[in-house]
């Protein structure tokens, strides 16, 4: 892997105060106004309390908004000419897309982080230190697929419009899987068809165990398989889909 190149992807990503903040300290923002600073984060949420299971919640809105605007800006900088800048070093496909990739991951540690730093310090609890572990690489992880999402809109609209489309499509599926408010019924069924609900569902599994209370107030308990399954699925489609679009872009070329 060409470090420099990695060095000054990165660099180029911190240096934008306006993206880092929504990527890096909204998220935060976000915890400690519905989960933090709520009289109901004490309460009993499976292997911890409520404060964690929404510290969960935002931590991972804010890898997935991170990792969709890499892959996004990725495909953008190929369509508009970068690549053929590239394509003169000794940089491959392979190797752009393994940096891309290692950004994308070093980005998104950034709001788990910190939004986990937050949690240790508002009352966010776990019953072992398993609960908070296991979340996390589940979140780091899981965010990676999401990178392929905004490659998908970058491909797709070919223009930087297409950063804001997927970072703002992320808001409408958050809402849809079940991030900012607990479902219930038949919008919890349709909920469990979409990309974001697997990923924040496995991400929760170590505290809830799949256990979760909707706003009827009715607990429900969903195995293991379900969100799995629903993040394999949803990755195989970004992926084809990603595929799709690079092979139509080559050949209008």
Same mark, same amino acid.
């Given at each position: &892997?060409?470090?420099?190149?990695?060095?000054?992807?990165?660099?180029?990503?911190?240096?934008?105060?306006?993206? &880092? @903040? +929504? %990527?890096?300290?909204?998220?935060? $923002? +976000?915890?400690?106004?519905?989960?933090?600073?709520?009289?109901?984060?004490?309460?009993?949420?499976?292997?911890?309390?409520?404060? &964690?299971?929404?510290?969960?919640?935002?931590?991972?809105?804010?890898?997935?908004?991170?990792?969709?605007?890499? *892959?996004? &800006?990725?495909?953008?900088e190929r369509m508009q000419g970068w690549g053929r800048q590239? *394509?003169?070093?000794?940089?491959?496909? *392979?190797? $752009?897309?393994?940096?891309?990739?290692?950004?994308?991951?070093m980005i998104c540690c950034i709001p788990i982080g910190l939004?986990?730093?937050?949690?240790?310090?508002?009352?966010?609890?776990?019953?072992?230190?398993?609960?908070?572990?296991?979340?996390?690489?589940?979140?780091?992880?899981?965010?990676?697929?999401?990178?392929?999402?905004?490659? =998908? #809109?970058?491909?797709? #609209?070919?223009?930087?419009?297409?950063?804001?489309?997927?970072?703002?499509?992320?808001? =409408?599926?958050?809402?849809?899987?079940?991030?900012? +408010?607990?479902?219930?019924?038949?919008?919890?069924? $349709?909920?469990? @068809? %979409?990309?974001?609900?697997?990923?924040?569902?496995?991400?929760?599994?170590?505290?809830?165990?799949?256990?979760?209370?909707?706003?009827?107030?009715?607990?429900?308990?969903?195995?293991?398989?379900?969100?799995?399954?629903?993040?394999?699925?949803? %990755?195989?489609?970004?992926?084809?889909?990603?595929?799709?679009?690079?092979?139509?872009?080559?050949?209008?070329?």
């Amino acid at each position: &892997m060409n470090t420099t190149f990695l060095k000054i992807e990165l660099m180029r990503i911190l240096r934008d105060p306006v993206t &880092m @903040f +929504f %990527t890096a300290l909204l998220p935060v $923002f +976000f915890y400690i106004i519905f989960g933090a600073s709520q009289d109901y984060s004490d309460l009993t949420a499976g292997n911890g309390n409520v404060a &964690m299971y929404i510290m969960i919640s935002m931590a991972g809105y804010g890898a997935v908004t991170a990792t969709a605007g890499i *892959g996004g &800006m990725a495909a953008v900088e190929r369509m508009q000419g970068w690549g053929r800048q590239l *394509g003169l070093t000794p940089l491959g496909d *392979g190797g $752009f897309v393994a940096i891309k990739s290692a950004v994308a991951l070093m980005i998104c540690c950034i709001p788990i982080g910190l939004v986990y730093i937050a949690g240790l310090f508002t009352g966010a609890k776990g019953d072992s230190l398993q609960v908070w572990l296991l979340s996390l690489l589940i979140l780091v992880v899981g965010a990676i697929m999401f990178a392929l999402y905004g490659l =998908i #809109f970058g491909l797709a #609209f070919r223009s930087e419009a297409a950063v804001s489309a997927a970072s703002g499509s992320l808001v =409408i599926l958050a809402f849809l899987g079940n991030i900012f +408010f607990p479902l219930s019924g038949a919008l919890l069924t $349709f909920a469990k @068809f %979409t990309p974001l609900y697997g990923y924040i569902a496995l991400a929760r599994y170590p505290l809830t165990e799949g256990f979760s209370v909707g706003t009827d107030g009715i607990v429900t308990e969903e195995a293991l398989w379900i969100p799995v399954v629903n993040v394999v699925v949803w %990755t195989l489609i970004f992926a084809a889909l990603a595929t799709w679009l690079v092979r139509r872009g080559r050949g209008r070329q």
